[in-house]
């Protein structure tokens, strides 16, 4: 979150991906850092182990989510 | 009476606001950040591919950190603004 | 169990007589496990004038949480843990050693991996306030280094929140996230000190912390000689299983007295023996790489600079400054350990304790690696 914080910080629309495991993990940092606008996109964990189709699968569940943070109408999964 | 004490110190933070939304992402400069976790390149490579295929960027940019586990340089952070307008960037696991 | 974030004030509350304080403590989840001391006024002010007093003072914010350590909140997890004041000045360096950047505190308490902070001590200091850098040093047993570990537990957890579960997502965790505080054996090493082999003169006092597996016993009964011994500290370096082999960094070699004055008496040095360590230990790429049976492996924890053909030696770590040596232990007993660290996310700390003698120019000043010590 560290970074993406910067970069909205000095004006740039950062859409930042988290698995769902990590999601609690982010919303500490942001907090911390005062940022609490700052919603992830948040994509089933886990990420490191998966085949090729998986990723694709999870890029699928990323994708609306992140142009939705760019324009401003992205709701944080629960 | 007894006292009781809170030994977690508070966890105080200006609030931040967001940078400013945008309406529409075609002639923008998309940059992509990796973390270089495991993985983080695939997925965010599939995604690149999907965006290009909905929106006309002016230029999409890769970079990556050095390590995954720290904050990146203030350095690239600044040559992230300066060359583009939006960001993408994965991935926490 | 976790602690909610406190977004207010710290606060004091006032309990009927007759509450058990063991319990509310327990209950609060402010615990690591085992009982804490209550705190009491006195001890919090005796704690906080060891610290040099202003209370209200942030030594510095504790990821991942960014709680703000201040000096109370200092004074009051070291009461917790059953410190003395004296300890103080150990404790506060080692929480402003955590928390450099270099360290990436924030990283080690929420990596799946084991890593947990281990603190080294040196000179007068760690001496004077009775800490065992001898028999059973890692065990249990003393005051100082038992509450001294035990407080910079408490305070990532409490202060961190980095608690279990939580934002510490540790798969296994091990007990020296209890307490892992110790210092070097300098009475019994023929070695010059850490300290003064990084640049410190030996009446400065210090603090070493670096995010350290659990140590790895390393037997040998046999040899008497530096090549012998060191070979069984190298087979214990070389294996896949540790986090140096796939993700570089650092980590940290304790020789136990006997072994360290058979090596001495064979006129080696510090430098020698890390040289001889780095040298000898290592991986074959293809072991790291599973022989691309999973696909193919280039591993970018590794340096660049690292050839990863099949049988290219892997060091364990990219140079001999990277190995940590400290003597340590008992005079009986011909062992010695390897404690592996997290990798090259985290960097090993080294910085001095205040309240020490001062800048006594005693021996040779080594910087910028001039004097192989």
Redesign the interface.
């Known amino acids: 979150m560290h970074d993406s914080i910067a970069l909205e910080s000095l004006g740039v629309p950062t859409a930042v991906i988290v698995t769902r495991t990590f999601l609690h993990e982010a919303r500490v940092q942001r907090a911390a850092l005062g940022m609490i606008g700052l919603a992830p996109v948040v994509i089933d964990h886990p990420l490191s182990s998966l085949t090729e189709d998986e990723i694709r699968g999870r890029a699928a569940q990323a994708l609306a989510q992140v142009e939705n943070v760019w324009h401003g109408t992205h709701a944080e999964p629960a | 009476m007894q006292p009781v004490y809170d030994p977690r110190g508070v966890v105080r933070a200006d609030e931040r606001p967001l940078s400013p939304r945008v309406k529409s992402l075609d002639g923008l400069r998309l940059a992509i950040l990796d973390n270089t976790k495991w993985n983080a390149n695939k997925l965010l490579r599939a995604l690149r591919e999907r965006l290009e295929e909905r929106h006309q960027f002016a230029s999409v940019s890769y970079y990556r950190k050095e390590s995954f586990s720290r904050f990146a340089a203030p350095a690239l952070i600044e040559r992230i603004r300066a060359e583009n307008d939006v960001a993408l960037t994965a991935v926490g696991d | 169990m976790s602690?909610q974030?406190?977004?207010?004030?710290?606060?004091?509350?006032?309990?009927?007589?007759g509450?058990d304080?063991v319990e509310?403590?327990f209950e609060r989840g402010?615990t690591d496990g085992l009982p804490v001391v209550?705190?009491?006024?006195e001890r919090?002010e005796a704690m906080v004038a060891a610290l040099g007093g202003d209370p209200e003072k942030v030594e510095c914010r504790?990821?991942?949480?960014?709680?703000?350590?201040?000096r109370h909140?200092l004074a009051?997890?070291m009461v917790?843990a059953g410190c003395k004041p004296e300890y103080a000045p150990v404790v506060r360096a080692a929480m402003l050693a955590l928390c450099e950047?270099a360290f990436?505190l924030?990283?080690v308490q929420?990596?799946t991996h084991v890593a947990c902070p281990l603190l080294v001590a040196n000179g007068p200091i760690a001496r004077g306030i009775g800490m065992n850098g001898g028999c059973n040093a890692f065990g249990s047993g003393n005051r100082a280094n038992a509450t001294i570990g035990r407080a910079i537990r408490?305070i990532l957890l409490?202060?961190g929140?980095g608690w279990p579960g939580?934002?510490d997502?540790s798969t296994l965790g091990h007990p020296g996230k209890y307490t892992y505080a110790v210092c070097e054996n300098e009475p019994a090493s023929p070695f010059a000190p850490y300290h003064v082999e990084k640049g410190f003169s030996a009446e400065d006092s210090t603090v070493f912390v670096m995010a350290a597996e659990a140590p790895h016993s390393v037997t040998n009964h046999v040899a008497n000689d530096p090549q012998g011994i060191l070979d069984s500290v190298c087979s214990a370096m070389s294996t896949i299983a540790h986090n140096n082999a796939v993700s570089s960094g650092h980590c940290a070699v304790v020789l136990g007295p006997e072994h360290a004055a058979a090596i001495a008496r064979h006129g080696w040095t510090r430098h020698d023996i890390r040289s001889y360590l780095w040298m000898y230990s290592g991986n074959k790429f293809r072991e790291i790489a599973f022989d691309h049976r999973y696909g193919k492996v280039y591993n970018?924890n590794l340096p660049v600079w690292y050839r990863r053909d099949p049988d290219s030696r892997i060091p364990i770590v990219p140079s001999s400054d990277n190995i940590h040596l400290f003597v340590i232990g008992g005079e009986a007993g011909r062992f010695s350990a390897f404690i592996p660290g997290w990798g090259?996310?985290?960097s090993p700390v080294l910085r001095e304790i205040e309240g020490g003698a001062g800048p006594a120019q005693v021996g040779p000043r080594c910087v910028d690696g001039t004097c192989y010590l």
């Open positions: 602690a974030i406190a977004a207010d004030a710290p606060w004091v509350a006032s309990l009927p007589e509450t304080l509310w403590y402010f209550p705190p009491t006024p919090i504790v990821p991942p949480r960014w709680g703000a350590l201040t909140v009051v997890n917790m950047p990436n924030n990283g929420a990596t408490l409490n202060v929140g939580d934002l997502k970018r090259h996310m985290s």
